[in-house]
């Protein structure tokens, strides 16, 4: 599981293709080492006044990496976006209170597996200028996949900031990365992240 947090720098000369990937790479490597390992109660906890709580992040950030998914591959949704009921904003926070640990990590794994290889096969296939497969404007205009990866990173990077206070509250946690020596026990029950 170490390899799964684990990520690369990107070389000193990188191309903005390499270093938008890298830092939605280690956004997610990040967002998996703070919301990874805990059980239920942990994922439950709320921190007030905030009513969001770690597995709440965790099924909302799956629900976004679905969403965006669709803008590169245009397929319809799949879980949990899939499941959502359209009429209660609370959904995902609500509902999130009620999945296992493993439902929460599994469905973050899957739209974020899905997602990555939607985007791989998006941008092998136009690039980031490309428009969006599905949203638009109220006038039919499409943002560029450019738009659509700096929009999933900036989902992360507002979350991660959520995740890393309560997990120092939950037991103390705190740093900028994950360290790239995690033992398996520390990390077995991580959300899980591939770094290409």
């Given at each position: 599981m170490t390899d799964d947090i684990a990520f690369h720098e990107p070389s000193l000369t990188a191309g903005e293709q390499e270093m938008l990937l890298f830092a939605l790479v280690r956004s997610r490597a990040t967002f998996a080492w703070k919301t990874g390992g805990l059980d239920?109660?942990?994922?439950?906890r709320a921190h007030p006044p905030s009513a969001m709580t770690l597995g709440g992040l965790v099924k909302h950030l799956a629900m976004v990496e679905e969403r965006y998914t669709i803008d590169f591959s245009g397929r319809p949704p799949g879980p949990p976006l899939s499941d959502a009921d359209r009429d209660d904003p609370a959904w995902v926070w609500r509902t999130a209170a009620d999945d296992s640990p493993e439902v929460l990590y599994g469905l973050w794994r899957d739209a974020v597996a899905r997602s990555r290889a939607a985007m791989a096969a998006a941008?092998?296939?136009?690039?980031?200028d490309q428009p969006a497969k599905f949203t638009a404007d109220g006038d039919g205009n499409r943002p560029n996949l450019r738009r659509i990866v700096v929009d999933l990173h900036?989902?992360?990077?507002?979350?991660?900031g959520h995740a890393d206070l309560f997990r120092e509250a939950i037991d103390g946690r705190v740093g900028e990365d994950p360290p790239q020596n995690v033992s398996a026990t520390s990390a077995d029950t991580a959300p899980e992240i591939a770094t290409s």
């Open positions: 239920a109660a942990a994922l439950g941008l092998a296939d136009g690039g980031l900036d989902e992360y990077a507002r979350h991660t």
